[in-house]
């Protein structure tokens, strides 16, 4: 009889512990797939909205893109570290779609710690495209955004495409 209670109670403890595994996978891809959706996707949304801003506020202050534009860069260079914990979920196609988004803002003016940047009406015009491009991608706020991983990834490999130098 003690044999039976000892074998009813390892598996009973396996399947626990085989519950608790499944439960913190698939706590760690939700993770994982909310560092996308919140520190870049939700990011590239408000840069659309700011450069159309400043599109119809005659530029008055450009300097609020260079940020947005860090605040993505900042994300992207953090995920595309292969330590960051959310690194390992990016096949290799979509790390390129990203590293090719972090190259095109990197043309934008960038703000230094103690400078403002200088934008140009060049500059002005390479922001105009980029923000066309997310459009197109549907990360504005005119299209509701879908709260999808995968989706996202589909907007990255549009912007990439269109941003390929």
């Known amino acids: 009889m003690?044999?039976?209670?000892?074998?009813?109670?390892?598996?009973i403890s396996n399947l626990l512990t085989l519950g608790f595994v499944c439960y913190s996978i698939v706590q760690h891809n939700?993770?994982?797939?909310?560092?996308?959706?919140?520190?870049?996707?939700?990011?590239?949304?408000q840069l659309q909205a700011t450069i159309n801003h400043q599109k119809e506020n005659n530029w008055k202050d450009p300097e609020l893109i260079s940020y947005q534009a860090s605040t993505i860069q900042n994300s992207l260079e953090k995920?595309?570290?292969?330590?960051?914990?959310?690194?390992?979920?990016?096949?290799?196609?979509?790390?390129?779609?990203?590293l090719q988004i972090n190259k095109a803002l990197q043309k934008l003016p960038q703000n230094t710690e103690y400078t403002i940047a200088n934008w140009k009406k060049e500059d002005q015009q390479k922001a105009i495209a980029l923000e066309?491009?997310?459009?197109k991608a549907k990360l504005s706020?005119?299209?509701?955004?879908?709260?999808?991983?995968?989706?996202?990834m589909k907007q990255c490999?549009?912007?990439?495409?269109?941003?390929?130098e």
Not at 141 to 152: A, L
């Open 2 to 11: 003690k044999i039976k209670q000892f074998i009813t109670f390892l598996i």
């Open 30 to 45: 939700f993770q994982q797939e909310s560092y996308f959706l919140d520190e870049i996707q939700a990011p590239l949304v």
């Open 79 to 98: 995920v595309l570290d292969k330590s960051h914990f959310a690194h390992s979920k990016l096949t290799e196609h979509e790390q390129s779609n990203l």
């Open 132 to 135: 066309k491009v997310l459009k």
């Open 141 to 152: 706020k005119d299209n509701s955004n879908h709260v999808d991983y995968k989706e996202f």
């Open 157 to 164: 490999k549009i912007v990439a495409n269109e941003l390929k």
